[in-house]
């Protein structure tokens, strides 16, 4: 029996866990926490840091949701994962774009860096807006498409009738492009032509693949997941 939770989001985790279930029904599904990642509860040895060959994965395979905010120690295991052999499947876009701070005892996140601003546990001052930039571009393969959500963004190739909310612009060449929507971006952004596209990379041992949108929109579409199943 699975326990509702009441945040739209986790409804939406709830829904396509189910999905997999109905589809995958020979795959064990287990929905798992920001702090499950952040402990190393994703590899066997449990620790982030172990280098034995215990360390490796427990999941074949992560399915990864709206992760805007990340600890240090979440992201270095999100990587190593990947590393390892696994395949991380980004549903949305927005992801990782600031460091916060995790405390364990009373469950609260700081923000460290990101999003213009950094702290350093007294003062706050200007800075990067995405704090993995570089990274990110190198293992993932791509970033996030800064905008308004207002602003006039479309599709030209457009399966899902997709409505312009978060995106992620490739900026790996490395990147297997799946499907480019074909992004129409004003001539007056930074990121005027540039490629929003569904890809897939191979990072050391493993794989990521990123939609390039905000999928938790289209969860109950069933052309979307179809891309996703297959």
Excluded: C
Excluded at 19 to 27: A, D, E, G, V
Excluded at 162 to 189: G, M, Q, W
């Amino acid at each position: 029996m699975v326990n509702v939770p009441r945040h739209p989001d986790h409804q939406v985790i709830v829904t396509m866990a189910e999905h997999l279930q109905r589809t995958k029904s020979n795959s064990l599904i287990t929905m798992i926490r920001d702090e499950d990642v952040h402990s190393g509860h994703i590899f066997n040895s449990g620790v982030a840091s172990d280098t034995s060959k215990n360390n490796s994965n427990i999941y074949d395979t992560l399915i990864v949701f709206h992760d805007e905010y990340a600890s240090q120690p979440m992201y270095n295991n999100y990587k190593r994962f990947v590393s390892n052999g696994g395949t991380i499947i980004f549903v949305d876009a927005n992801v990782f774009i600031a460091e916060v701070d995790y405390n364990k005892s009373n469950h609260t996140i700081t923000l460290v860096k990101g999003h213009t601003w950094e702290f350093d546990g007294k003062s706050a001052r200007k800075s990067v807006d995405k704090r993995w930039f570089n990274e990110n571009k190198d293992w993932i393969g791509s970033n996030f498409l800064v905008s308004g959500l207002r602003d006039k963004i479309y599709f030209l190739n457009n399966p899902f009738n997709y409505t312009h909310f978060e995106e992620n612009y490739v900026n790996n060449p490395r990147n297997k492009i799946l499907l480019d929507y074909d992004a129409v971006v004003p001539k007056n952004s930074v990121y005027a032509g540039f490629h929003v596209a569904s890809y897939e990379l191979s990072y050391r041992k493993g794989k990521v693949i990123m939609t390039g949108l905000y999928g938790l929109t289209l969860i109950s579409n069933k052309l979307f997941l179809k891309m996703l199943d297959s």
